[in-house]
């Protein structure tokens, strides 16, 4: 059996979703698809589906290792159980950068996720981890603020710093 051409299939089966998928309905048709010949076709036969499915998770797991400590805002409000679910069904078909991960996990949530879930300062700090750049300014009106303030943000090597700067005096009460 050529080896190489075996863990590349195995590769090809546990990064994509899609494909473990495809392996579950027809196991045949799908490793004809991704280039196995027989011997890696009947090699590749002994292992079940299930299993299968269960060592990208294992995968997923340890990418979201990585992913998780880059926006601990985001992971607190979810909780640790529904970031984990939101990241494994956005990043279950494909794999990719540590950053890339990061960036479009975020991007996903940001559009599955209802407005209300965070506030317009958490959406501009999470965009503009998504969207990148090195500094970017925000005019944020917040409710039950009489006066603006401003949210100044920029890019560090752990993701973003945030400084906001507040104009004029509240009112006393």
């Not at 979201?64 to 909780?79: D, I, K, N």
Request: hydrophobic share 45%; proline share 5%; glycine share 8%.
């Amino acid at each position: 059996m050529d080896s190489a051409l075996y863990i590349n299939v195995l590769g090809r089966l546990l990064v994509s979703g899609v494909h473990r998928d495809a392996f579950a309905q027809d196991p045949e048709g799908t490793l004809r698809e991704l280039g196995a010949d027989e011997p890696v076709t009947a090699a590749m036969r002994t292992i079940p589906p299930r299993r299968l499915e269960e060592q990208a998770v294992v995968l997923l797991r340890k990418r979201w290792v990585l992913v998780a400590p880059a926006l601990p805002e985001l992971c607190e409000r979810l909780g640790e159980g529904k970031a984990w679910e939101l990241f494994r069904e956005e990043a279950r078909g494909v794999w990719r950068t540590h950053d890339r991960d990061t960036r479009l996990f975020l991007a996903s949530a940001m559009e599955r996720l209802p407005s209300s879930f965070a506030t317009e300062a958490d959406w501009n700090r999470w965009q503009f981890l998504v969207e990148g750049g090195i500094l970017r300014f925000h005019l944020i009106h917040a409710e039950g603020r009489w006066f603006p303030w401003l949210q100044v943000l920029s890019r560090n090597r752990n993701g973003c710093s945030e400084m906001r700067l507040g104009f004029g005096a509240e009112p006393q009460h």
